[in-house]
Every structure is written in C-alpha cells, then in structure tokens.
C-alpha cells in the first residue's frame, strides 16, 4: 500500500506564503500523478492542482498564479507552494497519488486517484 503524507500546512496572514510538501513512500514521481485537492468546512472537496508523471501541471482557475505544484524526483516527493494566499483558501489540503505512467497530462478528479494522505489544515487569516 503506498503512503502519502502531506505537511507544511499552518496558519499564515493573508497574501502570505505556505509550501506544502506529498512524500510518496519513496516511490519515483516518473511513475505517478500527483493531486492536490482541498476541502473547507460546510464545502466539498475541491481540485486545486496536479501534476503529471512526465511534469504536466493543471491548476483550478481560483489558484492559476498564485499557486505552483512541483516535484523532486530524487526525493519522491511533490510541492504545492501557495503565494498571495487568501481567506478563502483555508482548508484541509489533501494530497494523493495514482499509477500512471504513460500520461503526459494529469487528471484533476478525486475519483481517479487512488492514494490519499490524510490532510494538513492551512488557515489564512488575520
């Protein structure tokens, strides 16, 4: 079973910067797509970004420029940082993994991703 943790996730003022960081287990990320969704009280689960096996990145429209997801092969692990944050990305992040190498573009839907950590909180506010 592979393990997926998040960290990073804490409490930061508005326009302010967290990196979230996804270990894998010590797979290689070449075989993976990696997803960050998210998920606010009294709200469902939100797509925020993936990235593919082969580096294609995605990002939801509410994140586009502010938001960069990446990965270190060496490391297996995969980075969500967040910039310019705002109130209304407070949320449970969640990471998760899916086997897929061949892709060269990610699929940003929680029904394809097998693998999940188990969330880290990030709240913005003042």
């Known amino acids: 079973q592979l393990q997926v943790v998040e960290s990073g996730g804490g409490l930061v003022q508005p326009g302010g910067s967290l990196r979230l960081s996804c270990s894998t287990s010590g797979v290689t990320l070449d075989l993976y797509h990696i997803g960050w969704f998210r998920q606010a009280p009294g709200k469902g689960r939100e797509p925020v970004s993936c990235?593919?096996?082969?580096?294609?990145?995605y990002y939801e429209d509410s994140v586009k420029g502010r938001f960069t997801i990446s990965k270190d092969n060496d490391k297996t692990t995969a980075y969500l940082q967040m910039n310019s944050l705002k109130s209304e990305d407070s949320a449970v992040y969640y990471c998760?993994?899916?086997?897929?190498?061949?892709?060269?573009?990610?699929?940003?839907?929680?029904?394809?991703?097998?693998?999940w950590g188990e969330g880290t909180q990030v709240t913005v506010s003042s």
């Open positions: 998760a993994a899916n086997f897929a190498p061949f892709e060269d573009m990610c699929i940003l839907s929680g029904n394809y991703y097998r693998y």
């Open positions: 990235i593919s096996s082969k580096g294609g990145a």
